[in-house]
């Protein structure tokens, strides 16, 4: 008896679960119900939101190739994932000419023009390379080796300059003329928020950091007036957000609704994207878009409803984000978000005037899923690249 009662639970499990993956439907479109038509200047206190859009994150994206259910292009579905690197590419950054990476297989350093041909940047060779930071224009980047070296490299004179070993997390301003980074040294009294030329030089110390290092951001804005962000604690629940710019100035602070708060400016600095937890998002990372110009910024703050992080999304324009949405977090993932790496993401068009979310794809691919970070899209918006934060690989899915 207890055999066929098992025989018969395994049955309707196996259907359940056949239901689930080929059957069951993604709603492609999430309206927030607490936004306003229009833009931001619309939003006001009452629009302000913690509530996680459950919708978003808790429809898997069964990764089963069905070869007549997969789109070439984006339509809200199963898309078709296009591999791009073998090998691990490293510093994704946009520059006018077209996305450029270092190739860590190749030791080289890319880029993939707007008619979407890879050539190389120079014949030079950068062996180990561990980061790279991007001047907007892309003709410089600061590259950093396991050993500490780091350097300023010009790929259009293809010069070098070497920068002291004690700076680190390094941001350039618009023109490509500045770096603000931090200087780390040998106990906290001598740590530092700097600025300097982009070759090192005429260094100014900004703030002094101490052991709040970890929680200041070198994220310069697109009008160059804020250097960086740094984040103090007001209660368990809230945070303080200090914009820091480059001659003291006294800009107005900020309060989060919550811990973990990293951002992102859009390309014109029209507004912020960025992300904290709370209780009330079961201490899940939610994307929040608030004002981006100094004299507005912090002014009105919206919750976007979706769970995620700044780093796994991309302005399109001033008015709408591409961003990876996991499936399927955890509790408490806001707290340790390395644990995103583990599920697998979908991707959304996110419409800053009205806060309508839209089901851009669900990724298909020879890696099964896929956990994305480095987003960018092409100079003509028709193309989405990525890193799979699993295989290193550089990605691209077809937006039209």
């Known amino acids: 008896m207890l055999i066929v009662l098992g025989f018969i639970l395994l049955v309707l499990v196996l259907g359940f679960a056949l239901y689930w993956v080929f059957f069951r439907t993604a709603p492609t479109t999430v309206t927030n119900e607490n936004f306003q038509p229009g833009n931001l200047t619309n939003a006001g206190p009452g629009n302000v939101s ?15 190739y069905i070869k007549d259910k997969v789109s070439p292009v984006a339509n809200g579905g199963l898309t078709e994932v296009n591999k791009l690197t073998d090998s691990t590419a490293l510093g994704l950054g946009s520059a006018p000419q077209g996305l450029q ?64 070993t004690e700076l680190q ?5 618009t023109a490509g003329s500045q770096i603000v980074a931090q200087w780390i040294g040998d106990n ?37 007036q804020v250097a960086a962000l740094h984040t103090k604690y007001i209660d368990g629940e809230r945070q303080e957000v ?10 107005k602070a900020f309060e ?36 981006g110009r100094t004299n507005e910024l912090g002014d009105i703050k919206v919750s976007l409803n979706v769970t995620t992080w700044p780093d796994k999304c991309t302005f399109a324009d001033e008015t709408s984000v591409l961003c990876a949405v996991p499936q399927g977090l955890p509790r408490g993932a806001g707290i340790y978000p390395e644990i995103a790496n583990q599920y697998p993401d979908v991707f959304y068009r996110i419409d800053l005037n009205n806060g309508i979310k839209t089901l ?31 295989t290193g690989r550089l990605q691209s899915i077809k937006l039209k």
Do not use: C
């Not at 997390?169 to 301003?173: A, D, G, L, T, V």
């Open 50 to 64: 913690t509530i996680t859009n459950t919708n978003l994150n808790t429809v898997l994206p069964w990764q089963q």
């Open 242 to 251: 200090y914009p820091i710019g480059l001659n003291g100035e006294n800009f």
């Open 256 to 291: 989060v609704a919550g811990g973990g708060f990293t951002a992102k400016w859009s390309p014109q600095g029209n507004s912020m994207l960025y992300s904290v937890y709370n209780k009330n998002s079961d201490y899940m990372p939610t994307l929040w878009i608030t004002k």
């Open 360 to 390: 851009l794809a669900s990724p298909v691919g020879e890696s099964g899923s896929y956990s994305a970070h480095n987003l960018f899209t092409s100079a003509d918006g028709s193309i989405l690249y990525f890193t799979d934060i699993n």
């Open 188 to 224: 906290p009294d001598n740590n530092w928020l700097v600025t300097a030329n982009e070759d090192g030089s005429g260094m100014r110390l900004l703030e002094a950091l101490g052991d709040k290092a970890y929680s200041t951001q070198m994220i310069f804005s697109p009008d160059s």
């Open 169 to 173: 997390n390094f941001s350039f301003n």
């Open 101 to 164: 990476y270092y190739d860590a297989d190749k030791q080289q350093f890319f880029r993939i023009d707007e008619n979407g041909q890879v050539v190389v940047l120079t014949d030079k060779k950068f062996y180990q390379v561990k980061d790279v930071t991007w001047s907007n224009l892309g003709d410089k980047a600061i590259i950093e080796y396991p050993d500490g070296v780091k350097i300023l490299y010009n790929f259009k004179t293809n010069k070098q300059v070497t920068l002291p």
